[in-house]
């Protein structure tokens, strides 16, 4: 497994590389925006990638409800973490992508207003598990991860309808989309899935590792009481 | 199944006769209410057109305020003299006791609003050129989607730090399609327009929390 | 219940709250018709313990059985609880409040719930008819009434956190009277408290804990001799 790691980080950073070349350099100059198009390839590729981390929360919290492994909770921790991390990146790139081509800081676009609202259930989330005491943060984590998940078909209904109702910029991904801006497109997204990856596992095993150092502590307390502390 | 719907039926009148006889909280809660009316009248002119068009989302937000006040109220009694305690080490059902508070907190949001909405009325001289019944079921609708998710959260936070942070922190991020579709729809059903898809999503939001909070509370309650 | 089968056993119980133990590995049979005394200083695991036995704590590793079952859901309606806070509702009566409770159980007024909730309030010595809110109760009548509550299912195991806390000196020997009443008629109580002079007579077994363990168990109210102190 260790040796994996840095094999597969080079393989990233090379993907990575490849991805930003693909966009900055190789994807064709869109129409109308011109350059700033070129935004696009991050901030599309970091909402799905954003969304894949949140169903992995979701799942993983579902596990841990039945089945109460202390894996399954790390992972509910770790994807929601990068998760959110992702989704910051789509909301900032938005309006850096937004202001020049409209001259407005924010639309309430489907895509970006989706995702402000899922931004806030995870951090909400985040809250939760920084907030309560140690013993009870994975069980009432999972429960209100799975209410997130499921709120997601909720935010993305309204939000479309509502923007049906009360049209708005759109934002990339209007109609057909050139062929060549889609594989710049898959790519970035395979880059960045890669690198979330990376990051997931790397938190994943800087948690486990906390939680180990945790349970030698308490498993030294239980031999001497006197060399503990809460 | 008449024990656990007798438990429910015990819970929810213990509860309203403990709130009925701590006058206080409830005085101070309707006092709340009529502020926050009030305030939002200084904030968003009554007599300009444009608050009348906004009115529908105004007055879910001030419902929504009045709301997570009564909600941190009713679980704070049960942790008063560990009272918790007893139910839990007792053989009732967790979901007798999460319906029965649902069902209370509901009736108390339930009151705030029909003393706020006859101001709002008032205040900012609305009139429904929809059919008015739909705003009566979108009313009931939308509360219970706060007040199932509420209760919930609040029996969460019960259980964290800052409690009275968290559930609002907790309950306004997943409420915000439920509270879309209430103010959209009010405001539908105010301007004569069709609701028909807020109504429909509202419905099924309800059904879809109710369920899982339902299946979930257990797991809130005895998280120790 | 025969006096050869443990009503409670407990088998290497381990209780952690992050990194503090609170009970580091106990082990014990208890058995039915005793009045056990549970002793030790603040922070010895004894609230822990009662707690675990309560179910209202999940251990974090060995187990629990009580009445036969390791399941606490199973056995809950034979067990009473009672701590240091009342556990009641301070603007209800104590007909009300223990009205409430017994429901809990599936006692109801079908089932001649009021003369049962009735003969518990009698038995603490307490008066059925009072419509004063438990609140406004002094504190030995609050703990009289709290044990009403637990006893109201007629528990075969009775579960006391302090119940002699800050109580005058009448209620709690009422209350010790009753409970060696209760104990004679073959329920098994433990008791956590402070003053084990109450329990001097009443308890048939001394249980002192430190440091989440148990250290002894003696007859008499007298301190093992590894802990090296006498009996307060």
Request: proline fraction near 4%; include cysteine; charge should be positive.
């Given at each position: 497994m260790k040796k994996a790691f840095p094999i597969l980080g080079v393989l990233t950073a090379i993907l990575l590389i490849y991805a930003l070349y693909m966009a900055l350099v190789w994807a064709p100059t869109e129409r109308t925006m011109g350059n700033v198009q070129r935004i696009f390839y991050y901030h599309v590729p970091s909402a799905w990638t954003a969304f894949i981390l949140f169903f992995v929360n979701f799942v993983a919290s579902v596990v841990y409800l039945i089945k109460r492994r202390p894996a399954a909770d790390i992972v509910a921790l770790v994807s929601a973490e990068v998760g959110v991390v992702f989704c910051t990146v789509v909301l900032v790139t938005g309006p850096i992508w937004a202001r020049p081509v409209?001259?407005?800081?924010?639309?309430?676009?489907?895509?970006?207003?989706?995702?402000?609202?899922?931004?806030?259930?995870?951090?909400?989330?985040?809250?939760?598990?920084?907030?309560?005491?140690?013993?009870?943060?994975?069980?009432?984590?999972?429960?209100?991860?799975?209410?997130?998940?499921?709120?997601?078909?909720?935010?993305?209904?309204?939000?479309?309808?509502?923007?049906?109702?009360?049209?708005?910029?759109?934002?990339?991904?209007?109609?057909?989309?050139?062929?060549?801006?889609?594989?710049?497109?898959?790519?970035?997204?395979?880059?960045?899935?890669?690198?979330?990856?990376?990051?997931?596992?790397?938190?994943?095993?800087?948690?486990?590792?906390?939680?180990?150092?945790?349970?030698?502590?308490?498993?030294?307390?239980?031999?001497?009481?006197?060399?503990?502390?809460? | 199944m008449s024990a656990p719907t007798g438990i429910t039926r015990a819970t929810l009148l213990k509860d309203l006769r403990l709130e009925w006889r701590s006058k206080d909280a409830i005085n101070s809660m309707l006092f709340f209410s009529l502020l926050v009316v009030v305030v939002f009248s200084f904030s968003f002119d009554p007599s300009a057109e444009e608050s009348r068009q906004i009115a529908g989302g105004l007055i879910w937000v001030a419902f929504l305020f009045a709301a997570v006040v009564a909600l941190n109220q009713t679980w704070a009694r049960e942790l008063r003299n560990q009272v918790l305690d007893a139910y839990r080490v007792s053989p009732a059902p967790a979901n007798s006791l999460f319906i029965a508070k649902t069902l209370g907190n509901f009736i108390f949001v339930t009151v705030l609003e029909a003393l706020m909405t006859p101001l709002f009325i008032v205040f900012y001289r609305l009139r429904a050129l929809g059919p008015a019944w739909q705003l009566l079921l979108v009313a009931v609708l939308g509360t219970w989607a706060l007040v199932v998710n509420g209760t919930f959260f609040a029996a969460m936070s019960l259980r964290t730090r800052s409690r009275e942070i968290m559930l609002p922190l907790l309950l306004f991020p997943i409420s915000i399609p439920a509270l879309l579709a209430m103010v959209q729809s009010t405001t539908a059903i105010l301007n004569g327009e069709g609701a028909r898809f807020w109504i429909v999503l509202l419905v099924t939001y309800d059904l879809v929390f109710t369920t899982v909070c339902l299946l979930l509370f257990e797991t809130v309650l005895n998280a120790e | 219940m025969t006096e050869t089968e443990p009503v409670v056993t407990v088998s290497n119980l381990i209780k952690q709250f992050g990194r503090f133990a609170a009970l580091r590995g106990v082990t014990a049979e208890f058995f039915g018709g005793k009045l056990y005394a549970i002793l030790g200083d603040n922070g010895a695991g004894k609230t822990t313990l009662l707690r675990t036995l309560a179910g209202l704590n999940q251990p974090s590793s060995g187990e629990v059985t009580i009445l036969g079952s390791s399941k606490f859901h199973d056995i809950c309606q034979q067990v009473g609880y009672m701590a240091h806070p009342s556990l009641l509702y301070d603007e209800m009566s104590g007909m009300e409040n223990l009205d409430y409770f017994a429901r809990l159980y599936g006692i109801t007024s079908s089932t001649r719930g009021a003369e049962v909730i009735r003969a518990v309030i009698l038995s603490v010595g307490l008066d059925p008819d009072l419509v004063r809110p438990v609140g406004q109760y002094s504190q030995g009548m609050r703990q009289r009434m709290s044990l009403a509550r637990a006893l109201l299912n007629d528990p075969k195991i009775l579960l006391l956190d302090e119940p002699f806390s800050n109580v005058d000196t009448h209620s709690a020997t009422?209350?010790?009277?009753?409970?060696?009443?209760?104990?004679?008629?073959?329920?098994?109580?433990?008791?956590?408290?402070?003053?084990?002079?109450?329990?001097?007579?009443?308890?048939?077994?001394?249980?002192?804990?430190?440091?989440?363990?148990?250290?002894g168990r003696t007859r008499e109210l007298k301190r093992p001799a590894s802990s090296g102190e006498t009996a307060r």
């Open positions: 409209w001259g407005i800081w924010w639309t309430w676009d489907m895509r970006l207003t989706s995702t402000l609202v899922l931004w806030l259930i995870y951090v909400s989330y985040l809250f939760l598990r920084r907030f309560s005491s140690s013993g009870q943060t994975p069980a009432l984590a999972a429960a209100l991860a799975v209410l997130g998940a499921l709120c997601v078909p909720f935010v993305y209904f309204s939000i479309w309808f509502f923007r049906t109702q009360h049209p708005q910029p759109v934002m990339g991904g209007g109609g057909s989309i050139d062929p060549r801006m889609l594989h710049v497109l898959l790519i970035n997204w395979l880059a960045f899935s890669c690198f979330a990856f990376l990051v997931c596992w790397s938190r994943y095993r800087l948690e486990k590792l906390q939680r180990d150092v945790d349970h030698a502590h308490a498993s030294a307390s239980l031999l001497d009481p006197r060399g503990s502390g809460r | - | 009422e209350m010790v009277r009753l409970l060696a009443r209760t104990r004679d008629q073959g329920k098994t109580i433990f008791i956590v408290t402070h003053q084990a002079s109450l329990l001097e007579h009443a308890a048939d077994e001394f249980v002192w804990m430190e440091s989440g363990k148990i250290v």
